[in-house]
Nanobody, 111 residues
Framework: QVQLVESEGGLVQAGGSLKLSCAAS????????MSWYRQAPGQQRELVAR???????KYSDSVRGRFTISRDNNKKTIYLQMRSLKPEDTAVYYC?????WGRGTQVTVST
């Protein structure tokens, strides 16, 4: 079955950086579009970034220019490099593909 396992998030100071990864299994990874979503307390889950099977990328307005999504098909893993983090980036970050979700990982950005 499809499994998506996010790396551990963490606590970062504002302005800092953090890189998340999501290891995938149980499906044809190289043909799959992959996404990162996030959900802040009291907020709806929102798309952060998406990378297609052809490596086309899309970002939300709030992270464009600060976050970078990438993939390694050999490792069946996607990444989210987050830079210039802001307190409003605090959320649980989820890996997603084709109606399947990871368990999520907490990212907290302190002032």
């Amino acid at each position: 079955q499809v499994q998506l396992v996010e790396s551990e998030g963490g606590l970062v100071q504002a302005g800092g950086s953090l890189k998340l990864s999501c290891a995938a299994s149980g499906f044809s990874f190289k043909f799959a579009d992959m996404s990162w979503y996030r959900q802040a307390p009291g907020q709806q889950r929102e798309l952060v970034a998406r990378i297609t099977a052809l490596n086309n990328t899309k970002y939300s307005d709030s992270v464009r220019g600060r976050f970078t999504i990438s993939r390694d098909n050999n490792k069946k893993t996607i990444y989210l490099q987050m830079r210039s983090l802001k307190p409003e980036d605090t959320a649980v970050y989820y890996c997603y593909t084709n109606a399947n979700w990871g368990r999520g990982t907490q990212v907290t950005v302190s002032t």
